[in-house]
């Protein structure tokens, strides 16, 4: 009997415990949704008040897409609330047409930081640079602006000017830049030759840019009489600040015949994406080097993950920018939209480039270029150099037949043309020596 008693018992005591580890979590489940609906009844008090006993009058409209702009900023600095007119305006960024300066930012300790000027832009031609920090716009000082209040200060009319209040590191005080805005239209990339080298310029990612890289490297390569005569590829993504996900892949698997490009993982395990290449390499596997600076960013550090993991290019330049993570743009009512980070992206061999940037192969950076140039120095630079050729009644090389001659001073006027280069593109120029080193290794 008494056994009995203990296994009943035992049995009951099992039966308690069983209950509790069933409903201790549903008990702490509906705590939890207590204190949340607890909070949204605060917020529901507190909007009540506000919207009754403030000094002044508010507009209810403006006060519900504050509030849910400060949840969205609060998380990171890429979530926020994009109300029509902003929702608008990204869509027509991405399609390559917009008004306004041609700036990317982020918000970083308060201020607006530029990500990048963009190319042939207002703010690019008024002498912006990546990193600068803005502090001021027409004098009014912008700390503790959200950065859609920042950016939206910084919009105006077509041909009326801004003066922004830059700090830029290496500076001692801020300098005051004025820019007149204007209607942006971006080309997403162009293609050009240096000597026998195709540079493809890729300065956004949008729709345009594959189309206008396959164009443009079609009419470049048949323009140097053919493929055989091109010696690699320099694909600049300097101060390149991203855009459509989508787009880098598409770039980056134009030059990959196989393999993962990205890889991105959300919080649900299974809400994950990975995208790999497909046959094909527009370049036909000629030596390829990758440009990237501090300005690279987001879909930018894609492509240069992809193709520093597969081995497919040297990467050249300085450190990236460090955006490894995936905004979703959700449509909701009203005509606005979140932008919500949903996910991180990971490059080819596993790595998150979150914070960290895309770090070069080989790291060269760019000197800053002196505007004070002596006028003495300038004239020794113009000046042309004597030579033995250039003496009177010197001998002429008769080892050479006229052909091998003429070979050779092509040569030299394209070494000329390359000392050039590096005073005004020193990473550039560092990067086509880089394919000629390559190009001579596999002549080998």
Known sequence: ???FAMA???????????????????????????????QLDLFGIVFERIRNQYVEEVDEGELIEAAINGMLTSLDPHSSYLPPRDFEDMQADTRGEFGGLGIEVTQEEGYVK????????????????AGDFITAVDGENILGFTLEEAVDLMRGPVGSDIVVTIVRDGLEEPIDITITRDTIKLTAAKVRKEGDTVIIRA???NDQTLPNVIDGFETTVEEMGGI?????IILDLRNNPGGLLTAGVDLADAFLEQGEIVSTRSRESAGGDRFNAKPGDIIDGLPMVVLINGGSA?????????????????????KSFGKGSVQTIMPVQGDG????????????????????????????????????????????TARPTRTESSLRGSLSNDSLSDDEQEQIRKEQVAAEEAAKLREEDYQMAYAIDILKGLTAIEAR
């Open 1 to 3: 009997m008494n056994k």
């Open 298 to 318: 987001s879909a930018s550090e894609i492509v240069a993950g992809a193709l520093q993991d597969h081995r497919r290019a040297v990467v050249v330049g300085t």
């Open 114 to 129: 530029v990500i990048t000027p963009m190319d042939g832009t207002p703010a690019f031609e008024a002498g912006i640079e």
């Open 228 to 232: 055989e005569n091109v010696n690699g």
């Open 203 to 205: 300065s956004t990612f």
């Open 8 to 38: 009943a018992g035992s049995g009951v005591l099992a039966g308690i415990l069983a209950t509790t580890q069933i409903a201790g979590p549903l008990l702490a489940q509906e705590a939890e949704k207590a204190t949340v609906y607890e």
């Open 337 to 380: 939209a979140i932008r919500l980070t949903t996910a991180r992206y990971y490059t080819p061999s596993g790595r998150s480039i979150q914070a960290l940037g895309i770090s070069p192969d080989i790291v060269v950076v760019q000197p800053r270029r002196d505007p004070a140039t002596p006028e003495e120095t300038a004239d020794e």
